[in-house]
Nanobody
Framework: QVQLVESGGGLVQTGGSLRLSCAASGRIIGRNIMGWYRQAPGKQRELVAA???????NYADSVKGRFTISRDGAKNTAYLQMNSLNPEDTAVYYC????????????WGQGTQVTVSS
């Protein structure tokens, strides 16, 4: 089993910044491909930013140029730097990882709330 613990969420004003962290622990075998997703009230969970199996990054169009995903492999930790936040970014942010030599196992964190006030 793999556990993911997110931190860094909170309340911020429009235009502000937050940095989310996601630490993976447990039985991590093979790959550890991490990404961030979010779910706003009444909406489906959506991709925010994620690493691909080839090591590149994908971003939702709505966050390109404002959010940056990064990682520290030695710490099995992923980060999401969020700048120029606006109320539409308000959501619960979830970390996900895919582990295993074929990235066949999927784990989710418990989520962290991000609220952007206008």
């Amino acid at each position: 089993q793999v556990q993911l613990v997110e931190s860094g969420g909170g309340l911020v004003q429009t235009g502000g910044s937050l940095r989310l962290s996601c630490a993976a622990s447990g039985r991590i075998i093979g790959r550890n491909i991490m990404g961030w997703y979010r779910q706003a009230p009444g909406k489906q969970r959506e991709l925010v930013a994620a690493f691909t199996s080839s090591g590149t990054t994908n971003y939702a169009d709505s966050v390109k140029g404002r959010f940056t995903i990064s990682r520290d492999g030695a710490k099995n930790t992923a980060y999401l730097q969020m700048n120029s936040l606006n109320p539409e970014d308000t959501a619960v942010y979830y970390c996900k990882t895919r582990t295993g030599w074929g990235a066949e196992y999927e784990y989710w964190g418990q989520g962290t709330q991000v609220t952007v006030s206008s």
